[in-house]
């Protein structure tokens, strides 16, 4: 039913051969767009046709820029064309494509527009035009550029273990070392590291809140936590909803993180479990190493989504066949991982820092679940039909996390080995809730609170960590690298606001994991369903497209923990 052989969406309107070099290249077909009678039905319909196909060859050429420059950090050449492209390209076509959403609302044929098709396409639209103000434009270009610093400053965090020089991703290797002094000392360099940029990191951040504020104050917002939530299309889900999932979190979760905690602490025969101590193994106990190269282990990934779909699989080898992927740490590359989609050649572009350890095989099928996705909405009629709600497309990779565990055969050859897998990732599973609920507590008080100074922030920040603190762990003399943990967080520079969507998604992808376990091809076949319709249904819809309700209730949250819970117990 579904096919992984993909390909690149024709283009009837621009040439086949068009590059977009600068601003001069592409307007023509911006006023093209802009001019041309859409007094008929078919008219209309060709419009939007030819407006996606331009977006999308517009899109892609900004997606490899940012791709390309994430993946060398140090060259400014690549650097310099993703600046370029937010400062002399970007700029110029937000008036166009406002003009162009105003003609489509304005048309008398709308209406006669297929009204479950466009329902949410057009009240993505009408939300544009609704936040768009030409005095944003330069503040917009500016914070494009700024975030992207993030990247360059941390890509850049090295240090030295043994004489040899690590990224602190690689670094992280030695946190599972069976040495505990060498775990507590290779600890302390990565957050020593970190301290050094602290200032630099808050200064980026101060002129990105600033300019934030600026954004929602032009388009007439109480505050930018308010313009964010309409910019990111948040129709279903309100900041007290935020609020209350904060609440089910300490209520529901944290006693099951507390119960993860004394366990290890027992298991590590400790008499006080510290932070370094969180990826080690019981004495005798090795680290799971699950591959050692980027090739193994998209080689290994490939083989583990066969087992649960063919097409899944086909999935990650088409992307092999492109050259799509850029898997392994080094220096000057920027820190994190993403699924980018290319909305005109539709394979998208996985990009990680691997390292080894069992956490990238988890970031390493998460992005395959959004590269499935990605391929699932390709055949979507318009550029715009693609744009899925952020929700749903978390628990695409995280369903995906906890479909693929029993499938993880490819990575351990001994049934032991798997086990302590399973086991670690449900263990992930909860303990990242507390962590979801602390950025996105503290995204809220940023920007309910916007002149705040460095030091209110820090307070702030710590208070709110305390609040969903563990009762086992020890941060005792370790206060000053606790008060700056939040600069970790490449979402509060790059993406604003979006953190809660994971705790959302999470809640989604273990809902999904329950019908799996109880019938796979339907859980699968639900799952496919559900992404194959992109944006082109609300979140509750997409949800319940899926086989779950969109709900994220203390009550419901209860449910789920159990099932989890029960899971861990059982062995999984």
């Known amino acids: 039913m579904y096919t992984a052989d993909i390909?690149?969406?024709?283009?009837?309107?621009?040439?086949?051969?068009?590059?977009?070099?600068?601003?001069?290249?592409?307007?023509?077909?911006?006023?093209?767009?802009?001019?041309?009678?859409?007094?008929?039905?078919?008219?209309?319909?060709?419009?939007?046709?030819?407006?996606?196909?331009?977006?999308?060859?517009i899109s892609e050429n900004a997606c490899w820029r940012q791709i390309r420059m994430t993946c060398d950090t140090e060259n400014k050449e690549l650097e310099e064309s993703f600046n370029f492209f937010c400062l002399h390209i970007q700029p110029k076509i937000q008036p166009y494509?406002?003009?162009?959403?105003?003609?489509?609302?304005?048309?008398?044929?709308?209406?006669?527009?297929?009204?479950?098709?466009?329902?949410?396409?057009?009240?993505?639209?009408?939300?544009?035009?609704?936040?768009?103000?030409?005095?944003?434009?330069?503040?917009?270009?500016?914070?494009?550029?700024?975030?992207?610093?993030?990247?360059?400053?941390?890509?850049?965090?090295?240090?030295?273990?043994?004489?040899?020089?690590?990224?602190?991703?690689?670094?992280?290797?030695?946190?599972?070392?069976?040495?505990?002094?060498?775990?507590?000392?290779?600890?302390?360099?990565?957050?020593?590291?970190?301290?050094?940029?602290?200032?630099?990191?808050?200064e980026l951040f101060d002129k990105l809140i600033s300019l934030r504020n600026r954004e929602a104050a032009n388009a007439g917002f109480a505050d930018y936590r308010d313009y964010r939530f309409k910019e990111l299309g948040r129709f279903d889900y309100t900041k007290e909803d935020c609020y209350q999932f904060h609440e089910a979190v300490k209520l529901h979760v944290l006693p099951l993180v507390n119960e993860i905690y004394r366990k290890k602490k027992e298991a590590l025969g400790v008499d006080t479990l510290r932070p370094w101590d969180l990826e080690a193994e019981p004495a005798g106990q090795k680290p799971l190493h699950p591959f050692k190269t980027g090739d193994e282990l998209l080689e290994k990934t490939i083989s583990c989504?066969?087992?649960?779909?063919?097409?899944?699989?086909?999935?990650?080898?088409?992307?092999?066949?492109?050259?799509?992927f850029d898997l392994e740490s080094r220096k000057g590359k920027a820190p994190g991982g993403y699924n980018c989609p290319l909305a005109e050649s539709g394979a998208p572009?996985?990009?990680?820092?691997?390292?080894?350890?069992?956490?990238?095989?988890?970031?390493?099928?998460?992005?395959?679940?959004?590269?499935?996705?990605?391929?699932?909405?390709?055949?979507?009629?318009?550029?715009?039909f693609k744009e899925y709600p952020m929700e749903i497309a978390e628990v695409a990779s995280m369903a995906m996390e906890l479909f693929s565990m029993d499938h993880w055969e490819s990575f351990f050859d001994?049934?032991?080995?798997?086990?302590?897998?399973?086991?670690?990732?449900?263990?992930?599973?909860?303990?990242?809730?507390?962590?979801?609920?602390?950025i996105d507590r503290f995204q809220h008080w940023v920007y309910e609170n916007p002149s705040h100074t460095h030091a209110e922030r820090t307070a702030s920040w710590v208070s709110i960590l305390k609040e969903f603190q563990d009762d086992v762990i020890s941060y005792e003399g370790l206060e000053q690298y606790r008060g700056n943990a939040w600069q970790r967080q490449l979402h509060l520079f790059e993406v604003p606001f979006y953190y809660i969507e994971y705790g959302i998604a999470q809640l989604g992808a273990?809902?999904?994991?329950?019908?799996?376990?109880?019938?796979?091809?339907?859980?699968?076949?639900?799952?496919?369903?559900?992404?194959?319709?992109?944006?082109?249904?609300?979140?509750?819809e997409l949800f319940k497209t899926a086989g779950l309700t969109f709900d994220?209730?203390?009550?419901?949250?209860?449910?789920?923990?159990?099932?989890?819970?029960?899971?861990?117990?059982?062995?999984?």
């Open 7 to 57: 390909q690149k969406t024709a283009r009837h309107f621009i040439p086949a051969d068009f590059q977009l070099t600068d601003w001069e290249s592409a307007e023509p077909f911006f006023k093209d767009l802009l001019d041309r009678d859409i007094s008929t039905k078919e008219n209309l319909e060709r419009w939007l046709q030819d407006q996606s196909e331009l977006e999308a060859a």
């Open 97 to 202: 494509s406002d003009s162009l959403n105003k003609k489509l609302v304005n048309s008398a044929l709308i209406n006669e527009l297929d009204k479950e098709k466009y329902f949410t396409y057009l009240r993505s639209i009408r939300k544009s035009i609704e936040l768009y103000r030409e005095e944003n434009i330069p503040l917009q270009a500016e914070m494009a550029v700024l975030q992207q610093q993030f990247g360059q400053i941390t890509g850049a965090m090295l240090i030295t273990v043994n004489g040899e020089e690590y990224t602190l991703q690689q670094a992280g290797k030695f946190l599972e070392n069976p040495d505990r002094s060498i775990r507590e000392e290779v600890y302390h360099k990565i957050q020593q590291r970190r301290l050094q940029d602290k200032d630099k990191l808050d």
């Open 305 to 324: 989504f066969k087992t649960m779909s063919p097409f899944f699989g086909e999935c990650l080898q088409k992307m092999r066949s492109l050259g799509h």
């Open 349 to 384: 572009f996985i990009f990680m820092n691997a390292a080894g350890q069992m956490h990238d095989v988890t970031t390493m099928v998460h992005e395959g679940g959004h590269a499935v996705h990605s391929f699932l909405a390709h055949h979507l009629e318009l550029s715009g």
């Open 414 to 438: 001994n049934a032991e080995d798997l086990e302590r897998a399973k086991a670690h990732q449900l263990e992930r599973v909860i303990s990242i809730f507390p962590w979801i609920a602390i």
């Open 510 to 540: 273990i809902g999904m994991w329950m019908q799996y376990k109880q019938n796979p091809a339907q859980a699968i076949n639900h799952y496919c369903n559900a992404l194959s319709l992109g944006g082109t249904r609300t979140l509750p």
């Open 552 to 572: 994220f209730s203390p009550a419901k949250i209860k449910v789920l923990m159990d099932f989890v819970s029960g899971e861990m117990g059982a062995g999984s």
